[in-house]
């Protein structure tokens, strides 16, 4: 069984350019989660996201960052004109119910220059 | 939301040591899993452990629910068990459903 997959990796930006990072869940699972983690910081949670439906965003930034699900293909983690401060790891995990363990993808290293 | 705190923030051991993490969150939760991130950033999934022990190789992990802690427990350590651990809780009720709150981990170097 393929696990969570993310990509890019690493995904390098100019500030104001925008940034698609991608997520597949695990075959069977049908609950997406994304995080951030900051230089020398642990992991926070941004959003949690049902097919076609947002859950939680209560830890995503109102401005610039969006998220989706949709029916068909990966889930979409969107961040309009990156600033400095959006450097970070952004990690997908996913679960096929909620409160059940998550399983979590290899992450993409966002670079802004 | 759930305060989660893990001590020590720093452990250096020589090979062959054995080392004991502890985690501890201020309320009850029903979801409780121990990651090991790698020096290359990935996350490993070591345990869930809502409750009770579990063992899996030179690694082992006991959860007491009722007194909100949970430990990890590595044994005979290689170097390749450097990286940083995180403990995260996550609870099935109201608004905070479906998240995990994270410490800020532990940093194991384990020279050779």
């Known amino acids: 069984n393929a696990g969570v997959m993310q990509n890019p990796r690493h995904l390098v930006r100019r500030r104001g350019q925008e940034a698609r990072l991608r997520c597949s869940p695990m075959k069977g699972h049908s609950h997406v989660y994304w995080y951030r983690q900051l230089p020398e910081e642990g992991l926070k949670f941004m959003v949690y996201?049902?097919?076609?439906?947002?859950?939680?965003e209560s830890g995503m930034p109102k401005e610039r960052f969006s998220a989706e699900f949709p029916k068909e293909g990966p889930s979409i983690l969107r961040i309009q004109q990156v600033v400095r401060g959006d450097s970070a790891a952004y990690f997908c995990a996913s679960s096929p119910q909620g409160s059940q363990p998550q399983h979590f993808g290899d992450g993409t290293r966002l670079s802004i220059l | 939301g759930i305060q989660v705190e893990q001590s020590p923030p720093d452990l250096i051991l020589q090979e062959g040591a054995n080392s004991t993490l502890r985690c501890n969150f201020s309320?009850?939760?029903?979801?409780l899993q121990w990651f090991h991130q790698n020096p290359w950033g990935q996350l490993i999934n070591l345990f869930y452990?809502?409750?009770g022990t579990k063992q899996n190789g030179r690694l082992s992990a006991t959860t007491v629910a009722t007194e909100r802690y949970s430990l990890l427990y590595i044994s005979s350590s290689q170097t390749t068990d450097s990286g940083v651990y995180f403990c995260a809780v996550g609870t099935d009720r109201g608004s905070t459903l479906g998240r995990l709150y994270f410490g800020r981990g532990t940093q194991l170097t384990v020279w050779p």
């Open positions: 996201l049902q097919k076609e439906n947002i859950i939680d």
């Open positions: 309320d009850s939760v029903n979801n």
């Open positions: 452990i809502p409750s």
